[in-house]
């Protein structure tokens, strides 16, 4: 389903539907909860769901490099932090050959469904090679 | 050599601490209009670019590149790029043109020709844009905090008040790396102590800071740097690719993010390739853009002063603002790192952002001494909190923050510190004492604080990052402690997280925690009477500086009882021998007491006559009722002494030596410096009027000069003037007056 800029702000208008990453609704997400324990960090975090919706409204607002970067960042929602660090220092100038990206951009399209940073990636890589900037 | 006293009073005025450089184009010493820079062009073929700005395809560089492939909007490319650059400069300051229309071309232009557009604009057009293409309706402010010990409750106190003043986001950086995580913890409490909603974030090395986000201790991210050629980005470790996978990761997270960018940092790398500032700034912004940045923190940042130092430096900040808003960025516009030495040239630069307004006019309003800034020293610091406050105040804009009063801050930098030390305590993290909260309450700066041993504090700090305590502990920390209402705000950004409205462009958190941004709050501006301008409670709230006073305290300690030495007889006559007459104020010696100087009326009277006296002359006093001016009223004294000679005296202390034969607005002495006339002044006024009446040579009474004194008490003496002409009776003649007193 597309939102809409009228269902801006979610936190308002979706109240009732929203979930968090570890899949729970955000009327879940009590002090009283938090005092008991019940909660831990992956509780209070997005789902992917949230920013595709997110990358929607943007698109709609007339910013749709945003909502491409939101749409890259709802497939790297389900990736662990320490994946997320390493994949970032690959992606730095010279850290990595071409086909270290190659197979980083289909382990991660592979593992979690991730084809815009999948492709996103491939397109690095082909430019790197073009630039001088993989790995010597 | 003959030496100017003029000239060597310039050489150490502060302007002339400045370093200032003639342009070279070569070296990227140049703002704007570089002899370098490309003309503007554009080929698509195939619903590819082949070429942009002059340079072919085969020979791009990674910037062109990922611009060519992700900033551009292709479909409207070819005709952005072929409507002149002047249309669009004209478009840009022309009210009747909505930011939208724009916004859409401007997707498909080149960085050479948004650089061309800029070619035609001057300051004030380029305001009129920075206006209506800012692209939140509401402008808002960022402050920084940091200080040199590190210390965890000043951090809090400050960032506590920072909250409260109003600011919508807080940065605070390290001087050791290690305390990385101390410093967010303590600026997301005292914050969230402060005001519900602010946003926070920690400047330090890119994985450290993506750290920090995903332990929830900071909420936002600006220090994403880009560079506008390709080797001083490499320099700077990244690519465009590498950077905006950063950007995805920080969303992925439910953290805002803003790149940095801003002029002067490729010349400052020694890698500007001949291009000017400006240009290559036109480059960062659509990397920005591409990697799907909602905004950008740009207005030459920490390199300020390089552009300063060259001719229309101030103007090419502005110029990048605005370019930034052009492409739909949020802008933090800079005004933080110190850029002059000057209090003159630093407002006035101020004034471009200010004025228009900005998504964040400061990326960073030092809101700390200078001496504690970790930035690079404030261009506004915490002791010029009261001058921005009247600035906004003077100008009815919205420079973003609020005047707070001292009670006001005490108790949250009080409760702020009692916070922080509360979450050390629960997490079993080094022991905060009460002293140092009760140091914190007051404190200025680090200077006020007790030293703090750093050892056990950056151990700790290390085996916090290893560990997984994160911000749910946090709140579950303050909850223990009772700071039940701290520990809701954080919990509330926590959901804010989920929701993830505050990832679109230009997204604060209002008074009331709902987020506001380019989506639900986007800026209409088309002229007068539409967009963002303060009115109702915001402007109330911006008018109620502590210092200001209510008008009756003014005037109550002048107020006071009728002198029972000065009795009213009767109309007064024209007198027929040698005199003078001292003809006073309707106010004088009755409704009002004393003189805007505080002498009282007795005393004055007694000084004048004395004076008189001394000459070997008798002086008769009357009252004049039909005007409170002070010509006026030494006019009547004039043509009703027998001399000729009058006085007139105000209330408020205004006197004025009248001769009868002079245009009642002439004068023979007037003294309108009333706070500096003394007592010794009244006599030798006194005994003037007496030389005068006989014909004696005369000397002026000599009278210190002092420019400041309209200044202090302009107020003062409109409201005293006012009260006396309360008494103002328009009919009723001046009367003869009977002053109880023989000369010494």
Redesign the interface.
């Known amino acids: 389903m597309t939102e809409t800029?009228s269902d801006?702000?979610?936190?308002?208008s979706?109240a009732d539907e929203?979930r968090?990453?570890s899949g729970r609704a955000?009327s879940d997400?009590t002090?009283e909860a938090?005092?008991a324990?019940a909660?831990?960090?992956d509780?209070?975090?997005?789902?992917a769901d949230?920013?595709r919706q997110?990358a929607d409204?943007?698109r709609q607002?007339?910013?749709?490099?945003?909502?491409?970067?939101?749409g890259?960042?709802?497939?790297?929602?389900d990736?662990p932090?320490e994946e997320?660090?390493k994949?970032?220092?690959l992606?730095?100038?010279?850290r990595a050959s071409y086909n270290e990206l190659l197979r980083l951009a289909d382990y991660l399209e592979a593992t979690y469904g991730a084809k815009e940073?999948a492709a996103?990636?491939k397109?690095?890589a082909e430019?790197?090679k073009?630039?001088n900037?993989l790995r010597r | 050599m003959e030496r100017s006293k003029r000239f060597d009073l310039l050489a150490k005025r502060d302007i002339n601490k400045e370093t200032y450089v003639e342009p070279w184009p070569e070296a990227g010493l140049i703002v704007a209009d570089s002899p370098y820079d490309p003309a503007p062009s554009l080929t698509i073929d195939d619903g590819r670019i082949i070429e942009m700005d002059g340079v072919e395809r085969c020979d791009f560089d990674a910037l062109d590149i990922f611009i060519a492939s992700q900033a551009l909007d292709l479909e409207t490319a070819e005709a952005a790029m072929a409507l002149p650059s002047q249309d669009y400069a004209r478009m840009l300051a022309d009210i009747n043109r909505p930011r939208a229309d724009i916004a859409r071309l401007i997707a498909g232009c080149s960085p050479a020709k948004l650089t061309d557009i800029i070619r035609h604009m001057n300051v004030l057009e380029m305001m009129m844009g920075l206006a209506k293409m800012r692209i939140r309706r509401t402008p808002a402010n960022q402050a920084h905090v940091t200080n040199w010990r590190e210390h965890p409750a000043l951090l809090a106190a400050d960032a506590a008040e920072a909250a409260l003043r109003g600011f919508a986001e807080v940065e605070t950086t390290v001087r050791v790396a290690r305390f990385a995580p101390f410093n967010a913890l303590a600026i997301l409490v005292g914050t969230q102590t402060g005001r519900g909603g602010v946003l926070t974030q920690c400047s330090v090395e890119e994985a450290l800071g993506l750290r920090l986000a995903m332990k929830g201790l900071t909420s936002y991210a600006e220090t994403l740097s880009v560079y506008g050629t390709e080797k001083t980005f490499v320099d700077g470790d990244d690519s465009p690719w590498s950077k905006a996978f950063l950007a995805s990761a920080y969303a992925s997270r439910g953290v805002k993010i803003r790149f940095t960018s801003g002029t002067g940092s490729e010349a400052l790398m020694g890698r500007a390739e001949g291009k000017s500032m400006l240009y290559l700034e036109a480059r960062c912004l659509l990397v920005v853009k591409g990697a799907g940045s909602q905004g950008v923190q740009n207005g030459s940042i920490s390199c300020i002063a390089l552009p300063e130092a060259l001719p229309g430096g101030v103007r090419a900040v502005l110029a990048e603002n605005l370019l930034a808003s052009m492409l739909g960025l949020e802008v933090a516009a800079g005004n933080d790192a110190l850029a002059s030495h000057s209090s003159i040239r630093k407002t006035a630069k101020l004034m471009l952002q200010f004025i228009p307004g900005a998504d964040f006019i400061f990326s960073g309003y030092s809101a700390i001494p200078k001496r504690d800034n970790l930035f690079g020293g404030g261009n506004f610091d915490a002791e010029d909190f009261d001058d921005y406050n009247v600035l906004q105040r003077d100008m009815q804009i919205d420079g973003g923050v609020r005047p707070i009063t001292e009670d006001e801050a005490l108790s949250i930098r009080r409760k702020g510190a009692r916070a922080i030390q509360a979450v050390y305590r629960e997490l079993g993290l080094p022991a905060i004492s009460d002293a140092e909260i009760d140091a914190a309450a007051v404190a200025h700066g680090s200077d006020d604080m007790p030293e703090r041993d750093i050892v056990p504090d950056l151990e700790a700090a290390d085996a916090f990052m290893a560990g997984d305590a994160d911000f749910v502990a946090v709140i579950r920390a303050l909850q223990n402690a009772g700071f039940g209402d701290v520990a809701d705000n954080i919990l509330e950004m926590g959901r804010q997280r989920i929701a993830a409205d505050y990832l679109q462009p230009s997204a604060i958190f209002d008074a009331d925690f709902k987020v506001r941004s380019a989506i639900n709050d986007a800026n209409d501006y088309v002229g007068p009477g539409t967009g963002y301008r303060p009115a109702g409670q915001r402007w109330r709230e911006m008018q109620a500086i502590p210092q200001a006073k209510s008008p009756e305290g003014f005037v109550d300690p002048h107020v006071g009882e009728p002198l029972p030495r000065l009795v009213e007889l009767g109309p007064a006559a024209k007198g027929a021998q040698r005199e003078v007459v001292l003809a006073l104020g309707p106010a004088f010696g009755g409704a009002l007491a004393t003189t805007i100087g505080g002498l009282d009326h007795e005393d004055v009277l007694e000084a004048i006559l004395g004076g008189v006296a001394a000459e070997g002359l008798v002086a008769r006093i009357v009252r004049v009722y039909h005007s409170s001016d002070c010509a006026a009223i030494g006019y009547v004294g004039a043509r009703l002494s027998g001399s000729g000679i009058g006085i007139g005296l105000q209330s408020r202390g205004t006197a004025v030596i009248h001769q009868r034969d002079l245009a009642p607005l002439n004068n023979l002495e007037l003294f309108p410096q009333s706070p500096s006339l003394t007592l010794a002044t009244y006599e030798a006024i006194g005994r003037n009027a007496a030389r005068y009446a006989l014909g004696a040579p005369t000397v002026p009474v000599a009278v210190e000069i002092d420019n400041g004194a309209r200044l202090r008490l302009i107020v003062k003496t409109a409201l005293l003037h006012r009260r006396e002409t309360d008494e103002v009776c328009p009919d009723r003649p001046p009367m003869e007056l009977r002053f109880d007193w023989e000369p010494a």
């Open positions: 800029m801006y702000p979610l936190r308002d979706k929203l968090t990453h955000l997400i002090a938090i005092a324990g909660l831990n960090g509780d209070l975090r997005t789902h949230t920013l997110q409204i943007a607002g007339g910013y749709p490099q945003l909502a491409a970067n939101l890259r960042a709802a497939e790297l929602t990736v932090n997320l660090l994949i970032y220092e992606l730095r100038p010279e940073n996103f990636i397109d690095a430019v790197y073009e630039r900037l």
